[in-house]
Each structure stands twice: as C-alpha cells, then as structure tokens.
C-alpha cells in the first residue's frame, strides 16, 4: 500500500483546476495522506465534514458552516474536534470566509486550510478521483501495455519471446504504446484496472538490436497513450510444428488472469516461424470486441454445420 503521497501533492496536481488557495497550515503540505490506520481498501479521503467516520480531507460548504454556527452546537468544541487525527486537509468551499480562529487552529496544528469559490461537488468529485488513482492498491507487471484497436492491451510472454517487436508493429499499424517492460497497474474501481507507465520508461520501448527508442520523437504525439483501462492480456507462448498442431483448432481456450483480484480474460498466441502476431493480436482484440457483444464464431459455425446434418439450408 502505498504511503509516499504527500498533501503536497496532491495540492499541486489539483491547485489550478480546483482553484485552491492555501489559507494556513502550510508545515501540514508534507503529511502523507495514508498511514496504516486507514482501511486498505478504502479510496474515500474526502467528504462532507463528520465527526462519526472523519475524512482526511474534511470539505465544508455552506450547509455545513450553517451546522457550525447553529446555536446548539459549541462552536469552539466544534472546531476542535475539527483539526484532530486523522484530518490531513481542511478545504472550505463555495467561497465559505476562514474566520480567525480556523487559520489559528490550521497553524497551531499543523494541517493545512484550504479555500475555492467552487462548490463541494465537482471538488469531491475530483478529490476522489485522484484518490481513486493515487492511492489504490497497485502492482508492476512485466510485459508491454499498449492501446490496440481502443483496447487496452497487456502482452506478456517470456524474455527475448518478441514482445517488443511485437508492439513496434503494432505501432507502426497505428495502434498506441502506454508502457513497455514494467507498466503499472491500479484497481480504481471494482471492475476497472488502471494501466500507466512509470516517469522513468514513459515514451520508451527498448527493441533488442536497435536498443532504446522514443516512440512519441520517432512516431509523434499519437503514438503514446498516458494511460489505459485493462481489458485484454495476450500471452505470446513459443510453439514447435507438434505443438501447434495439437491445439484445439475450433475455439481459443478460455482463461483468465487475477490482477489484483480482478479477472482478465487472457489470450494464449502461439510463436511460431512465419505467423505474423501483430495481424494476430489485432484479430485477437477483433475477436474480444465480438464476444462482449454476445457473438461466438465457433458456435455460429457449429451451428451451420447441424443444420446441414439436419437438411435445413444454413443462415
């Protein structure tokens, strides 16, 4: 799980797009937004301010500034309990006022006050999709994660099997390179998988013989995709003659590979002396889009078969 985003951070990735301004609390911009006390696998950092479950980023808009300065609440106490643990952030929104006693209590406590004269929704809605990104379980895959044909596609295979050479082609057909080597996978949301690549790699596919290339200078902008939905592993697997003519010629076998606790469906293409994989792996992408549509042409053509058993003429 990890622990190295800072509020820091995310202040500079939302600042501008938020709007936000940084009120007091500034010593409070180097705490990690996580520490073990938090539920692994809990995204939700931020909301409306409660006292029951706090979030690490408490949001007050005018409802809840309203609660604050209602006469039956002490407003004092209120505050208080207000910057305690596990609260990272305070962020007033729709162009609430900081009263004196909030900058103080930001100050003295060290966690940081933030104000934006949008509304709490679209600063909720953002602050948990960074959270979503940022903050998920993530893992390190070795293989190359590439856009093909819209769908996000990691190939994977033993070293030296020919991956990427394999993606190179599949560029030069038009298709987008995300990561090669080690993309980087999240979970941000209970049927999706995030793929991007590391600052380090990113642009780069190293081809054996040619060493490393950047894809975006060779290829341009278009060539590079930021990031990418999982939805597809293609499993190059080396194949002699005798293999490749004992495998089930009608149907691909059906499998599946966990990352992070989620299925992917997984495609095995065999490596072989004359097969060309990137008209493959494109097929193979072809072949997916169609079965999530409900349509199976193995079944189809058993089916015409068994009408032309039956003397029915097929469809």
Do not use: W
């Not at 980023?57 to 500034?65: D, F, K, P, S």
């Not at 006693?101 to 004269?117: C, M, V, W």
């Not at 070795?142 to 990691?154: A, K, R, S, T, W």
């Not at 002699?240 to 590979?257: C, G, I, K, N, V």
């Amino acid at each position: 799980m990890p622990h190295s985003v800072r509020l820091r951070d995310l202040y500079e990735a939302l600042r501008d797009k938020l709007q936000l301004t940084l009120l007091a609390g500034e010593k409070g911009l180097d705490k990690p937004l996580l520490d073990e006390r938090l539920d692994p696998a809990s995204y939700i950092i931020a909301g409306p301010l409660t006292y029951i479950h706090p979030n690490r980023i408490q949001v007050i808009g005018r409802a809840e500034q309203a609660y604050l300065e209602s006469p039956h609440v002490d407003h004092e106490e209120a505050l208080e309990r207000l910057f305690r643990e596990p609260t990272r952030a305070v962020v007033l929104v729709d162009g609430v006022p900081a009263e004196p006693h909030l900058r103080e209590l930001a100050e003295t406590r060290g966690i940081a006050l933030f104000s934006t004269p949008l509304p709490d929704k679209p600063i909720l809605d953002n602050l948990q999709y960074y959270a979503a990104l940022n903050l998920s379980e993530k893992t390190t895959l070795h293989g190359v994660f590439m856009e093909v044909l819209g769908m996000g596609v990691l190939i994977t295979g033993d070293p030296a099997v020919g991956k990427s050479e394999l993606a190179l082609e599949l560029i030069s057909r038009g298709n987008r390179l995300v990561a090669d080597d080690a993309p980087e996978f999240s979970r941000i949301a209970p049927d999706i998988v995030s793929g991007t690549c590391p600052p380090l790699l990113r642009d780069f596919l190293e081809v054996r013989g040619l060493g490393v290339l950047n894809i975006r200078a060779m290829f341009g902008d278009n060539a590079i995709k930021h990031n990418k939905y999982l939805r597809l592993i293609v499993h190059l697997q080396p194949m002699s003659e005798q293999e490749l003519a004992r495998m089930e010629r009608l149907a691909a076998r059906e499998e599946t590979r966990e990352v992070l606790g989620m299925p992917i469906p997984q495609v095995t293409i065999p490596v072989a002396p004359g097969r060309n994989l990137a008209i493959l792996v494109e097929a193979a992408v072809r072949a997916h889009l169609l079965s999530l549509q409900g349509y199976d042409a193995t079944q189809v053509f058993i089916e015409r078969q068994q009408a032309l058993l039956d003397g029915e003429p097929p469809e």
